[in-house]
């Protein structure tokens, strides 16, 4: 399946811009790339005003519509994770040692009905945590090379973080627009 979010429908005509403007013309096929600690998506929106106080302004966010399916694309050279941030992410900033400007100051929430969501599969963002630090390989990682792909049916405010580089900083939002 290879079902893409409004990168891929709404910018089809941009993707052959790219391609003809020779920029290594990868024609790359994803929405976010993963490089050596950050997300960088091929189009970024503006975290307005009203949105949760938990959604940090300041990291990269996408805005997609529900139904749309995002895909991460590691394009870097380190392993990575798509985790989402929930209630429980004090606890995983707690295990990784993130602590006090670095740390979120409100609880990140997914939207109402809406579930988790992250690279492996887990039930929660301690439980993945947890995975990386004890086993190897473990948390879900993204091996260089390797995509993650998750479609958002539920409208409304995401954050989420990779687990080896949330001390980094590395996070970013997603927007999910009323289809
Ligand atoms: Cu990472």
Do not use: K
Not at 9 to 15: E, M, P, Y
Not at 48 to 76: F, I, Q, S, Y
Not at 92 to 108: F, I, Q, T, W, Y
């Amino acid at each position: 399946m290879d079902r893409r979010a409004f990168l891929a429908s709404g910018a089809a005509v941009a993707l052959g811009a790219t391609t003809a403007g020779c920029l290594g013309g990868t024609g790359a096929d994803y929405d976010v790339a993963m490089t050596s600690d950050a997300y960088v998506p091929r189009s970024t929106a503006t975290v307005p005003d009203d949105a949760p106080n938990w959604v940090p302004r300041d990291v990269p966010t996408v805005e997609v519509v529900a139904g749309d399916t995002l895909v991460w694309e590691n394009t870097g050279a380190r392993n990575h994770t798509v985790t989402a941030a929930t209630y429980d992410h004090e606890r995983v900033e707690a295990l990784l040692g993130v602590s006090g400007d670095a740390a979120h100051s409100h609880d990140p929430r997914l939207p109402a009905g809406a579930g988790f969501f992250s690279s492996g599969s887990f039930d929660g963002e301690v439980a993945a945590t947890r995975s990386f630090i004890d086993e190897r390989n473990g948390g879900g990682v993204i091996p260089p090379g390797e995509r993650y792909e998750h479609a958002f049916e539920t409208a409304g405010w995401y954050h989420y973080y990779c687990i080896p580089h949330l001390p980094a900083g590395m996070m970013g939002n997603v927007h999910v627009l009323d289809a």
